[in-house]
């Protein structure tokens, strides 16, 4: 079965950076791309971007493009995702997963706490 | 950027009636919309996607409807279980974004 798991909690400081990883199994993960999907405290999800499982191309929300940058690991098959320049409003449950458009499989969440 | 405006914010009924949430698109995303249930500390589940299709394991009660602009989420008998936020979600092909309505909470009176 399709699994996603990704790294544990953080913690970080007004304008500091923050990685996310996501393991994927249970498919061929150059077969499909993973989206990355935040969601801050009592608000809706919110699209990130996402990354191709096959040749690492992207397409990230316009929002985020200067402070984002998404990459895999076609042999752990992992995903990662990066957010620089972090501030309070980027508190939030990150998400990956798995496709571009509709999204089937999530991963379990990672929640980033940005605090001074 | 395309909004997608749900309403109503909050729905409250009783076991076994019908619910319907609707959704708004601020200009036409033709079939692409996405239905999306949430529960409390869980990750979004896909309900219904390209407007009308059945995600994989999803029970009969759910439907969609809709095209261009509007569309909606039937549940045809509410169960206890059904109690949530539902999302709506489009993707647009430019610029090629997704984006989420701001949900409607479904309650069980």
């Known amino acids: 079965q399709i699994q996603l798991v990704q790294s544990g909690a953080e913690v970080k400081s007004p304008g500091a950076s923050v990685k996310v990883s996501c393991k994927a199994s249970g498919y061929t993960f150059t077969s499909i791309g993973i989206s990355w999907v935040r969601q801050a405290p009592g608000q809706s999800p919110e699209w990130m971007g996402w990354?191709?499982?096959?040749?690492?191309?992207?397409n990230y929300a316009q929002k985020f493009q200067d402070r984002v940058t998404m990459r895999t690991d076609r042999f752990t098959s992992t995903a990662y995702m990066e957010l620089r320049s972090l501030r309070s409003a980027d508190t939030a449950t990150y998400y990956c997963?798995?496709?571009?458009?509709?999204?089937?499989?999530w991963g379990q969440g990672t929640l980033v706490t940005v605090s001074s | 950027e395309i909004v997608l405006t749900q309403s109503p914010v909050t729905l409250s009924l009783s076991p076994g009636e019908r619910a319907t949430l609707s959704c708004r698109a601020s200009q036409s995303v033709g079939s692409y919309l996405a239905w999306y249930q949430q529960k409390p500390g869980q990750a979004p589940r896909l309900l219904i996607y390209d407007a009308f299709n059945r995600a994989t394991g999803i029970p009969a009660r759910f439907s969609g409807s809709g095209s261009g602009t509007d569309f909606t989420l039937t549940i045809s008998s509410l169960e206890p279980e059904d109690v949530a936020v539902y999302y709506c979600?489009?993707?647009?092909?430019?610029?090629?974004?997704?984006?989420f309505g701001g949900g409607t909470k479904v309650e069980i009176k």
């Open positions: 979600q489009q993707r647009s092909n430019w610029p090629p974004e997704l984006t």
């Open positions: 990354i191709s499982g096959d040749n690492g191309n992207t």
């Open positions: 997963a798995v496709g571009a458009t509709n999204f089937d499989y």
